[in-house]
Nanobody
Framework: VDLVESGGGLVQTGGSLRLSCVAS????????MAWFRQAPGQERAFVASATWTGSRLLYADSVKGRFTISRDNAKSTAYLQMNNLKPEDTAVYYCAAPQILSHAYYTGSEYERDYRYWGLGTQVTVSS
């Protein structure tokens, strides 16, 4: 599975961005997808995940109420709508997909170890 993120950029505090992640290489397209982020000097951290149907959504506490994950399966694309952005949201944002047919493949997960496929990331910078 190949994942390509886009949509990052520079935005002021309180602004919004929408990230996109296009997936290719798995014809079933029925897997969960997730977003993680890594700020300078910090470990990569979970942001949000969504099952293929969108019936199960998970969010990190730090983004609940501000970020929304969604999917367009016809386009093999996952989105992360980010509103009311804060300087602490500054990070490289990564899209991830689980190992095919693993438990996380169907349910999503907040754990990095459950994801096998990763994009190269897109930079989000929030100025104060």
């Amino acid at each position: 599975v190949d994942l390509v993120e886009s949509g990052g950029g520079l935005v002021q505090t309180g602004g919004s961005l929408r990230l996109s992640c296009v997936a290719s290489g798995d014809s079933s397209n029925s897997y969960a997808m997730a977003w993680f982020r890594q700020a300078p000097g910090q470990e990569r951290a979970f942001v949000a995940s969504a099952t293929w149907t969108g019936s199960r959504l998970l969010y990190a506490d730090s983004v609940k109420g501000r970020f929304t994950i969604s999917r367009d399966n016809a386009k093999s694309t996952a989105y992360l709508q980010m509103n009311n952005l804060k300087p602490e949201d500054t990070a490289v944002y990564y899209c991830a997909a689980p190992q095919i047919l693993s438990h996380a493949y169907y349910t999503g997960s907040e754990y990095e170890r459950d994801y096998r496929y990763w994009g190269l990331g897109t930079q989000v910078t929030v100025s104060s």
